[in-house]
Nanobody
Framework: QVQLVESGGGLVQAGGSLRLSCAAS????????MGWHRQAPGKQRDMVAT???????NYADSVKGRFTISRDNAKNTVYLQINSLKPEDTAVYYC???????????WGKGTLVTVSS
């Protein structure tokens, strides 16, 4: 079965850094576009960053310059490096895998990032 397993969340002080990981299994990882989305309490789930199979990246305006998405196809893993954390970054961060070719979309269960002020 398809599994996306996030890790790396935790409690961090404002201004600190964190690296999230998402390990995928059950898919041909290299052909999927990957992304990170987040959801704060009482708010909708929003896109944070995406990376295509070819390595092109896209970021939400609120995180541009602070977050970096990358992928390691040999490890079937996508990463999100988060720098200069702000309290408003507090949310559950979800990993997403998307294949337009096969009309498939998958989600992980999320990892919680809490930023203290």
């Amino acid at each position: 079965q398809v599994q996306l397993v996030e890790s790396g969340g935790g409690l961090v002080q404002a201004g600190g850094s964190l690296r999230l990981s998402c390990a995928a299994s059950g898919i041909t990882f290299s052909v999927y576009a990957m992304g990170w989305h987040r959801q704060a309490p009482g708010k909708q789930r929003d896109m944070v960053a995406t990376i295509t199979s070819g390595g092109n990246t896209n970021y939400a305006d609120s995180v541009k310059g602070r977050f970096t998405i990358s992928r390691d196809n040999a490890k079937n893993t996508v990463y999100l490096q988060i720098n200069s954390l702000k309290p408003e970054d507090t949310a559950v961060y979800y990993c997403n895998a998307n294949s337009a070719r096969w009309n498939l979309n998958y989600w992980g269960k999320g990892t919680l990032v809490t930023v203290s002020s």
